[in-house]
């Protein structure tokens, strides 16, 4: 039994559903890189503040070697620029951290934005889907059984609405009662539209 019902009208519906569900996803889906993406862009200037600071960092660090090779005044030459140095490197901390901060921030948002309008749609969908499939499952092991079509016209005079059995019948219980053939088959085959399947065009004749 696959997934899908054979019925055309059923099976039209399933395949819209599907399709619907998969749209659905890859849409937000992209929302969500877009929103990530937003996100990341208010990390630009730290990210360049980063950048920027160990350059010069890096720069600073030459001189101050360059100012300690000086005779009788390079101690005193070289202290301040290591100072300055290091404060850059407190710098270059800071701005990792917000930079990091905002990509951690930048995929939870990403994730959530996804996550949130999928799960609505797949708790919606995943579950009648699952019935359906259940339904149909069960429907198909008595018509490989070659049992006939009385269960399925019984479950309908049980379970379909009053007007669907009057334009079957005037009096479907009295019909299936007779075992009247016609009644028995139209009914089934509304009962067997539930599960998306259709009437075998060939079955065991009822017994007299």
Do not use: C
């Amino acid at each position: 039994m696959g997934i899908y019902a054979r019925h055309p009208r059923r099976l039209v519906g399933q395949v819209s559903a599907d399709l619907f569900v998969l749209v659905w996803s890859v849409v937000w889906w992209l929302v969500s890189r877009l929103v990530r993406s937003a996100v990341l862009n208010v990390a630009t200037p730290a990210r360049e503040t980063a950048d920027a600071a160990t350059r010069l960092s890096a720069q600073v660090a030459e001189v101050a070697e360059r100012a300690g090779q000086v005779p009788g005044l390079g101690e005193q030459l070289r202290q301040p620029l290591d100072g300055a140095s290091g404060s850059l490197t407190d710098v270059i901390a800071a701005a990792q951290r917000q930079v990091a901060s905002i990509e951690r921030l930048a995929d939870l948002m990403g994730w959530l934005v996804f996550a949130i309008p999928v799960t609505i749609v797949v708790a919606l969908w995943l579950p009648r889907r699952i019935a359906f499939f259940v339904r149909a499952r069960a429907a198909r092991r008595f018509l490989d059984s070659n049992a006939d079509l009385d269960l399925f016209a019984l479950r309908a005079l049980a379970n379909q609405p009053m007007h669907v059995l009057a334009r079957i019948s005037d009096d479907p219980v009295a019909a299936w009662r007779a075992r009247d053939a016609t009644v028995i088959h139209k009914l089934a085959e509304v009962e067997l539209r539930r599960s998306g399947l259709r009437v075998p065009t060939t079955r065991p004749s009822p017994p007299a």
